[in-house]
């Protein structure tokens, strides 16, 4: 019998504590999905102002950073509430105890490369002193990539992280911690790294390269995504870094974490329902329509639950509001982003009252009740590494239209003449990122809402997909034991 491990897990962000994007219900899912398989998984990250103080756990251990000047925090040892995960929260109040993880007012704190550098150094410096050492560390994002580089550079004669194998998991090459070569220092990184072949990328610091070169293996969150970066269709400028290391690179899939995103037990919709019996849903669209003032009538409802950003296609989708919204039907938006789109889906709010609601900010019980109360849910993504929001809407019978890219590529099956006669179909895929495929995606999807039967089959297949964790986590313990063995 192969030993169970112990993994550390360093993030950003972890749901239900802290939350921006998909990363955090990761963050929540696949450390849980981990311990219940035997091993020994610990979350890490930094003590947020915004953590309520009950989650913030005992100090166990003091830590400390020789960066540019030498810093001190101290480690904390909780638990992800609900999840039974034990959470190690880092803290040093000067940089975490903030009201927002990276920014304010849509802007980012001006401080976050020395930030995120502290947390992964002050976090080596802590963890062996609580008495606990991981076989090995898994990283997420940019904001943890130093840890790779710290291990094998600064440490290589550290009693415990000297040889210590890592993994550096791509969420999304969009973000990559770029910053000026002036703030080298900060980093905690000698100069000598600040050449092309370690950080430096065309005269800036860019971390995410850092976790690209020094970790031991490197996987990204969808297999299409996985060969999508490493060309210049995804790679965001890093392709070429990514193809040196091809050898060392897989794509594992996201699943669902099933207890919270259930529609047969969520406390959050106003009626539960299951692919046998969707009757609640209709409860669960008349109410929606109520909370957001929409006339409860039997229009189609569009559902989107997203970051108001450019890679998530809301250009697309302000460039065919008119032609969706002159039909029967209505939208519904909650999102928060870039300031351009904000105000420009509001403006087209009020160019079409009584047919589209646009819910700015973050309201975690909203979403739920929008894939609940939708019957369609709309991803026109130019890019999308896996993306959650189609597997949590098809789990909640709102059928997806999506670009083919990415993670949508992987996890909707269009119902096409082929996949609807497999009972294979799921939902509504189109190829190319373009105005008039988006529109007649739409146009199939609304062609089905007037068949009854159809949608209630794609429907059915849609709910009744397996996005359980349980095989990809597997797959992950699979690269970690590769990792060991070739740190
Ligand atoms: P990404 O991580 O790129 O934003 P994902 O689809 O992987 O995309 O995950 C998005 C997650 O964030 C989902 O859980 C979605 O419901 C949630 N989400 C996005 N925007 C909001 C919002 N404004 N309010 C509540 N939840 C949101
Ligand atoms: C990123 C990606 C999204 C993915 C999520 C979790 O935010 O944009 O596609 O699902 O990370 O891995």
């Given at each position: 019998?192969?030993e169970?491990?112990?993994?550390l897990?360093?993030?950003?962000?972890?749901?239900?504590?802290?939350?921006?994007g998909?990363?955090?219900?990761?963050?929540?899912?696949?450390?849980?999905?981990?311990?219940?398989?035997?091993?020994?998984?610990?979350?890490?990250?930094?003590?947020?102002?915004?953590?309520?103080e009950?989650?913030?756990?005992?100090?166990?251990?003091?830590?400390?950073?020789?960066m540019?000047v030498?810093l001190?925090?101290a480690?904390?040892?909780?638990?992800?509430?609900?999840a039974?995960?034990?959470?190690?929260?880092?803290?040093h109040?000067?940089y975490?105890?903030?009201?927002?993880?990276?920014?304010?007012?849509?802007?980012?704190?001006?401080?976050?490369?020395?930030r995120?550098?502290?947390?992964?150094?002050?976090?080596?410096?802590?963890?062996?002193?609580?008495?606990?050492?991981?076989?090995?560390?898994?990283c997420?994002?940019?904001?943890?990539?130093?840890?790779?580089?710290?291990?094998?550079?600064?440490?290589?004669d550290?009693?415990v992280?000297?040889?210590?194998p890592?993994i550096?998991?791509?969420?999304?090459m969009a973000?990559?911690?770029?910053?000026s070569?002036?703030?080298?220092?900060?980093?905690?990184?000698?100069?000598?790294?600040?050449?092309?072949?370690?950080?430096?990328?065309?005269?800036d610091?860019n971390?995410?390269?850092?976790?690209?070169?020094?970790?031991?293996?490197?996987n990204?969150?969808?297999?299409?995504?996985?060969?999508?970066?490493?060309?210049d269709?995804?790679?965001?400028?890093?392709?070429?870094?990514?193809?040196?290391?091809?050898?060392?690179?897989?794509?594992?899939a996201n699943?669902?974490?099933?207890?919270?995103?259930?529609p047969?037990?969520?406390?959050?919709?106003?009626?539960n329902?299951h692919s046998?019996?969707?009757?609640g849903?209709?409860?669960?669209?008349?109410?929606?329509?109520?909370?957001?003032?929409?006339?409860?009538t039997?229009?189609?409802?569009?559902?989107?639950?997203?970051?108001?950003v450019?890679?998530?296609?809301?250009d697309?989708?302000?460039?065919?509001?008119?032609?969706?919204?002159?039909?029967?039907?209505?939208?519904?938006?909650?999102g928060s982003g870039?300031?351009?789109?904000?105000n420009?889906?509001?403006?087209?709010?009020?160019?079409?009252p009584g047919?589209?609601?646009?819910?700015?900010?973050?309201?975690?019980?909203?979403?739920?009740?929008?894939?609940?109360?939708?019957?369609?849910?709309?991803?026109?993504s130019r890019?999308?590494?896996?993306?959650?929001?189609?597997?949590?809407?098809?789990l909640?019978?709102?059928?997806?239209?999506?670009?083919?890219?990415?993670?949508?590529a992987?996890?909707?099956?269009d119902?096409?003449?082929?996949n609807v006669?497999?009972?294979?179909?799921t939902?509504?895929?189109?190829?190319?990122?373009s105005?008039?495929?988006?529109?007649?995606?739409?146009?199939?999807?609304?062609k089905?809402?007037e068949?009854?039967?159809?949608?209630?089959?794609?429907?059915?297949?849609?709910?009744?997909?397996?996005?359980?964790?349980?095989?990809?986590?597997?797959?992950?313990?699979?690269?970690?034991r590769?990792a060991?063995?070739?740190?």
């Amino acid at each position: 019998m192969t030993e169970p491990l112990k993994i550390l897990y360093v993030t950003s962000e972890a749901a239900p504590l802290v939350k921006t994007g998909g990363l955090a219900d990761v963050s929540y899912a696949l450390p849980r999905a981990l311990r219940a398989m035997g091993h020994d998984c610990r979350v890490a990250m930094p003590a947020y102002g915004i953590i309520p103080e009950s989650s913030w756990g005992e100090q166990v251990a003091p830590c400390t950073a020789h960066m540019d000047v030498t810093l001190h925090g101290a480690i904390r040892r909780s638990v992800l509430p609900g999840a039974d995960v034990p959470l190690y929260l880092l803290e040093h109040n000067a940089y975490f105890g903030r009201t927002h993880p990276y920014g304010d007012y849509g802007h980012e704190y001006p401080d976050s490369l020395e930030r995120f550098c502290f947390f992964c150094l002050a976090l080596l410096d802590g963890v062996p002193r609580t008495g606990w050492v991981p076989d090995i560390v898994h990283c997420h994002d940019w904001h943890t990539a130093a840890i790779p580089a710290f291990i094998k550079t600064r440490c290589i004669d550290h009693p415990v992280w000297a040889n210590k194998p890592t993994i550096f998991t791509i969420h999304n090459m969009a973000y990559q911690g770029r910053y000026s070569s002036t703030l080298m220092p900060k980093t905690g990184l000698g100069w000598e790294l600040f050449t092309p072949r370690y950080l430096e990328y065309y005269g800036d610091i860019n971390l995410m390269k850092a976790g690209l070169i020094f970790a031991s293996k490197i996987n990204t969150v969808s297999v299409t995504y996985s060969k999508e970066i490493q060309t210049d269709v995804a790679g965001h400028g890093l392709d070429g870094v990514l193809r040196t290391r091809t050898k060392d690179i897989v794509g594992i899939a996201n699943g669902v974490d099933t207890a919270t995103w259930n529609p047969a037990i969520d406390k959050r919709i106003p009626a539960n329902f299951h692919s046998t019996d969707t009757s609640g849903k209709k409860v669960c669209k008349a109410e929606l329509q109520k909370t957001l003032e929409l006339p409860v009538t039997d229009a189609p409802v569009f559902g989107m639950v997203t970051r108001l950003v450019w890679d998530k296609g809301i250009d697309l989708l302000l460039s065919c509001l008119d032609d969706l919204l002159r039909r029967n039907v209505q939208l519904v938006v909650l999102g928060s982003g870039d300031d351009v789109f904000e105000n420009a889906l509001k403006q087209a709010e009020a160019r079409f009252p009584g047919k589209m609601r646009v819910q700015l900010g973050y309201d975690e019980t909203l979403a739920h009740q929008i894939y609940a109360g939708s019957d369609f849910y709309l991803m026109p993504s130019r890019t999308e590494p896996c993306g959650l929001s189609q597997m949590y809407a098809m789990l909640y019978g709102s059928i997806p239209v999506v670009h083919r890219t990415g993670g949508l590529a992987d996890t909707v099956f269009d119902a096409s003449t082929a996949n609807v006669a497999g009972n294979k179909a799921t939902g509504f895929v189109f190829a190319s990122w373009s105005e008039r495929a988006f529109q007649n995606m739409i146009a199939r999807a609304l062609k089905l809402y007037e068949e009854p039967e159809k949608l209630a089959a794609l429907r059915r297949a849609a709910m009744s997909q397996d996005f359980s964790w349980e095989r990809s986590a597997n797959e992950y313990v699979n690269l970690f034991r590769e990792a060991i063995a070739q740190p």
